[in-house]
């Protein structure tokens, strides 16, 4: 079965602080999503990466950056996290056009 | 991508058939219809896909209108553990995923 491994389940930042979500895949899949999820608002795309040093904006990607220095790695990072960016983090990763496989997430307040 | 359209809530009998609808009459021929499950602080599970026939795995089963505007997830015998939000998807690259709220399905014991 494919994993994928969120680093952290639950996040405490403050505001302004730089803050770095991880996640990492172990089926070699070329492509790797970001989404954030909301209540009333479902999964939102961020930004996907389908291949190493590639991206992609998803749909919400101001105050997001991303990294994919190696294949199974892919990194959101919040530049100065302000309290709106509180939410559940999802990523997700996927084979050609297989189905996207998600990890179980970060739940990440920024007070 | 095709917009979809499930009901918000839904509920049903333990050890029944659930039937899980969706309308996705926007979908265009090369889009496949997804389908994916949320269980309460976990990611979504990937459950099954289609793109013109029916499909059927060890977890349930996807029914495809002939003019593909619809689908339906059965899940056989419901158990309280197929509790869950389950979200239908239309998409034909797999790489523009379109969450929207989907249907909250309570299996009542």
């Known amino acids: 079965d494919v994993k994928v491994t969120q680093s952290s389940r639950y996040l405490v930042k403050r505001t302004g602080e730089k803050v770095f979500l991880e996640c990492v895949q172990d089926m070699d899949h070329e492509n790797m999503f970001w989404y954030r999820q909301d209540p009333g608002l479902g999964l939102r795309l961020i930004y996907f990466s389908y291949d190493v040093k590639m991206k992609e904006k998803g749909d919400i990607p101001e105050g997001y950056s991303v990294s994919r220095e190696k294949k199974e790695r892919f990194s959101l990072i919040l530049e100065s996290a302000s309290t709106n960016q509180t939410s559940m983090y999802l990523c997700?990763?996927?084979?050609?056009?297989?189905?996207?496989?998600f990890g179980d997430g970060t739940r990440l307040s920024i007070l | 991508d095709a917009k979809t359209t499930q009901p918000p809530s839904m509920d049903c009998a333990e050890g029944r058939a659930a039937n899980l609808p969706c309308n996705h009459s926007t979908i265009s021929g090369n889009e496949y219809v997804y389908w994916y499950r949320q269980i309460h602080s976990q990611g979504p599970q990937y459950i099954i896909h289609g793109l013109k026939n029916n499909e059927t795995n060890e977890m349930a089963s996807l029914i495809i209108t002939e003019d593909r505007k619809s689908s339906t997830l059965i899940l056989p015998h419901a158990t309280l553990r197929d509790t869950a939000v389950y979200y239908c998807?239309?998409?034909?690259?797999?790489?523009?995923?379109?969450f929207g709220t989907g249907t909250s399905l309570t299996v009542i014991p």
């Open positions: 998807i239309g998409d034909w690259t797999g790489n523009q995923f379109y």
């Open positions: 997700a990763s996927k084979y050609g056009y297989q189905p996207q496989h």
